[in-house]
C-alpha cells in the first residue's frame, strides 16, 4: 500500500497568513493526488484535483502543487471560514489511501 | 451539480449485518464512479470500496480490511448505491460516506461530491 504523511499535523495561523501543507507519498503517484477540507461535523469537500486543478467554487486562494511523491496544498490568504482539517490522498493505486489531516486553527 | 443522500445506519451487534444506501441525484448514474469511505469517531478518512461506471462493468474494489465481508452494488434503475455488510465488528463502527468521481477532459475529479454520512455502531 502507499503510505501518505502530511506535515505539520496542526498549525496555528491568523486570518491573512500565507499557510502551507505538505503531503509526501511513499512512492510516485503521478499526478493522482487530491485535497479535501473537513470542518467539525462536515462531510469532507473536495478541493483540488489532479495536484493543481481547482474544483468548481473553490477560492482561488486555494493552490496546489507538486509532483513525484512531494505535494503542497497552499492557502494564499487564510480566511475565518478557511479553518478546517486538510487531508490529502492519492489515487494511483488501490487502496486509496489518505493524510493523516493537518488540522488548522485559530492562532 | 450531484447530490448524494445516504441512509441505513444504526446500532447493530458483532457479527451482525447491515445495509446501507446513497441515493444519487443531479448526473448521469452510469457514468460516475461510486466509492464508499468511512471516518471513525475523532479519526482520519478511509477509502472503503468502489464501484467503477458502466464502461467498466460496474467492477469493484474493496480494501483488505473489508474484503470478504463488504459488498458494494448499485441499482440505475433507482440511481442507487448500496454497501451490504457482513460480520461486523466493533472496529467498523463509523460514519460511512458514499462519494462520486468522475474523468473530465482526462482530469480525474476523485471525491467531487460527498454525502452526509450516515453513522454505524457495532456494539453488544
Known amino acids: 500500500d502507499i503510505q501518505m504523511t502530511q506535515s505539520p499535523s496542526s498549525l496555528s495561523a491568523s486570518v491573512g497568513d500565507r499557510v502551507t501543507i505538505t503531503c509526501r507519498a511513499s512512492q510516485g503517484i503521478g499526478n493522482d493526488l487530491g485535497w479535501y477540507q473537513q470542518k467539525p461535523g462536515e462531510a469532507p469537500k473536495s478541493l483540488i484535483s489532479?495536484?493543481?486543478t481547482p474544483q468548481r467554487g473553490v477560492p482561488s486562494r486555494f493552490s496546489g502543487g507538486g509532483s513525484g511523491t512531494q505535494f503542497t496544498l497552499t492557502i494564499s490568504s487564510l480566511q475565518p471560514e478557511d479553518f478546517a482539517t486538510y487531508y490529502c490522498?492519492?489515487?494511483?493505486?488501490?487502496?486509496?489511501?489518505f493524510g493523516p489531516g493537518t488540522k488548522v486553527d485559530i492562532k | 451539480e450531484v447530490q448524494l443522500v445516504e441512509s441505513g445506519g444504526g446500532l447493530v451487534q458483532p457479527g451482525g449485518s447491515l445495509r446501507l444506501s446513497c441515493a444519487a441525484s443531479?448526473?448521469?448514474?452510469?457514468?460516475?464512479?461510486m466509492d464508499w469511505l468511512r471516518q471513525a469517531p475523532g479519526k482520519g478518512l478511509e477509502w472503503v470500496g468502489r464501484?467503477?461506471?458502466?464502461?467498466?462493468?460496474?467492477?469493484?474494489e474493496y480494501a483488505a480490511s473489508v474484503k470478504g465481508r463488504f459488498t458494494i452494488s448499485r441499482d440505475g434503475s433507482k440511481n442507487s448505491l448500496y454497501l451490504q455488510m457482513n460480520s461486523l465488528k466493533n472496529e467498523d463502527t463509523a460514519v460511512y460516506y458514499c462519494?462520486?468521481?468522475?474523468?473530465?477532459?482526462?482530469?480525474?475529479?476523485?471525491?467531487?461530491?460527498w454525502g452526509q454520512g450516515t453513522l454505524v455502531t457495532v456494539s453488544s
Open positions: 489532479a495536484v493543481s
Open positions: 490522498l492519492q489515487h494511483n493505486s488501490y487502496p486509496f489511501t
Open positions: 443531479g448526473f448521469t448514474f452510469s457514468d460516475l464512479y
Open positions: 464501484s467503477r461506471g458502466e464502461a467498466n462493468s460496474y467492477t469493484t
Open positions: 462519494a462520486s468521481s468522475i474523468a473530465i477532459d482526462g482530469v480525474a475529479h476523485i471525491f467531487f461530491s
